[in-house]
């Protein structure tokens, strides 16, 4: 089956046609901030060289970033188009996945590094076996250049006897400081010159999953910012200024409706019997959040001092991004003061980007992995901890 390939995430545009033969046709563009003018142009190119059309397809891969907004959106709106037309299927990696998945390193923590303006890159985190299988480790994050090393010493401390691996662009850009840092961790060179169409195909068309960092078969290829753009935060911010959050203790009568936001949020879903058993448990902390008079969220805990285990929390998805969940966060934390827990723990999904996103952003670390901890689908936990802020200024008593 033939397939056309787009890699459009950074100024490097590259186009290939590839089928089971091998690669029919392979270009390769330094565009700048082109291609939107370029792209299209370049693909009529390829399927002339390679002798095939659009009706040909049977997929299409993108990069799904993260990388150049523009590109990633202009890459993934071109393959969207030539799939309708030709009724072919839209496959796509992430920038950072399809570096790791091609790198040829072993018992290894693999770092994809891309750049992302200024002096920011974003970071992969990647563990290769000894056969050189690898997994995800942890969701992507972007960060100042100056950071990036400290970023690493975090993941790496959970897997110290791991050699590091930094690959890709990023990786040209920042290998000063990176050898500095850790020596030899650039010494693989990979694909320091840019990414790379072919990385781009294998990692789109493999089985995948969340497990691998890739999207799992049959899932929609849904781009990959990491960083949200400046005019939707804004937006965002206005909405969440407009509607306060208010957190209340959750009850008997909130119950069918916790468990029903649980069903349609996780994969392996609590029971609507286990929630009402906790209700009443010593040392728990059951609540549900509100906004605009409705159920927005909801958030379990339990403290055996001096710890606290954040079990569960979710927030519906018409109320996500609008300070629900940090809501919710900021009165456990409240509970954690009064009951003498010191330290909140928690479990998270390695591919569960916006959560990670969340605990970061409330100064979790990560602290351990738990290989294999979660089911449906299979996939390693990250242990995250974060001690138990001082009471905010806002908080204090007025005298
Ligand atoms: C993860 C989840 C609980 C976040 O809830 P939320 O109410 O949207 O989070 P908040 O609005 O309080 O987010 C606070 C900050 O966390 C970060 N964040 C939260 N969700 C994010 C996402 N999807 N992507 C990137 N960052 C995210 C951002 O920094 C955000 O601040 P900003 O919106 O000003 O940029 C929600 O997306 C959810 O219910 N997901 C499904 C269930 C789940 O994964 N639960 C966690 C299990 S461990």
């Known amino acids: 089956m033939t397939g056309l390939v787009i890699e459009a995430a950074t100024e490097h545009v590259e186009v290939a046609i590839v089928s089971p033969d091998g690669v029919l046709a392979h270009l390769i563009e330094e565009v700048g901030h082109g291609q939107t003018r370029r792209l299209t142009p370049l693909v009529q190119e390829a399927f002339a060289i390679a002798g095939r059309g659009p009706r040909d397809l049977g997929w299409v891969a993108a990069d799904l970033g993260p990388g150049s907004f523009t590109g990633v959106r202009v890459g993934l709106a071109t393959a969207r188009a030539f799939a309708l037309a030709a009724g072919a299927r839209v496959v796509g990696a992430s920038s950072l996945a399809a570096l790791a998945h091609a790198a040829p390193a072993r018992k290894a923590l693999v770092i994809p590094l891309v750049g992302a303006g200024r002096r920011d890159v974003y970071a992969g985190f990647f563990r290769a076996d000894t056969r050189g299988k690898v997994s995800l480790l942890a969701a992507p994050r972007v960060v100042a250049a100056e950071s990036l090393v400290a970023l690493v010493a975090e ?21 000063e400081r990176l050898e500095a840092a850790y020596p030899t961790s650039t010494a693989l060179a990979f694909r320091h010159g840019g990414l790379s169409a072919l990385d781009l195909a294998a990692a789109a068309r493999h089985p995948g999953g969340p497990g691998a960092g890739l999207p799992a078969e049959g899932h929609e290829a849904d781009p990959v910012y990491v960083r949200s753009a400046q005019a939707e935060e804004r937006v965002r911010h206005a909405a969440l200024l407009a509607t306060p959050v208010s957190v209340r203790p959750m009850t008997a009568a909130d119950v069918p409706a916790v468990a029903e936001a649980e069903r349609r949020t996780f994969s392996d879903a609590w029971s609507e019997s286990y929630f009402r058993s906790l209700l009443d448990q010593p040392g728990g902390w059951t609540r549900v959040a509100e906004r605009q008079g409705q159920m927005a969220g909801y958030l379990i805990a339990s403290v055996q001092e001096p710890v606290c285990d954040l079990e569960n929390v979710a927030v519906l998805p018409a109320h996500r991004r609008c300070g629900v969940a940090s809501a919710l966060l900021a009165d456990l934390y409240g509970y954690c003061r009064q009951s003498g827990a010191r330290e909140v723990l928690l479990e998270v999904r390695a591919s569960n980007d916006g959560a990670q996103a969340l605990y970061r952003s409330h100064g979790f670390r990560l602290a351990g992995l738990r290989r294999g901890y979660y089911r449906a689908p299979d996939e390693d936990a990250l242990l995250m901890a974060c001690p138990v802020p001082a009471r905010p200024a806002s908080d204090a008593p007025s005298h």
Do not use: C, I, Q
């Not at 791991?162 to 040209?172: I, M, S």
């Open 155 to 175: 993941a790496h401390a959970m897997l110290p006897e791991l050699t590091l691996r930094f690959v890709g662009p990023g990786a040209g850009r920042e290998r």
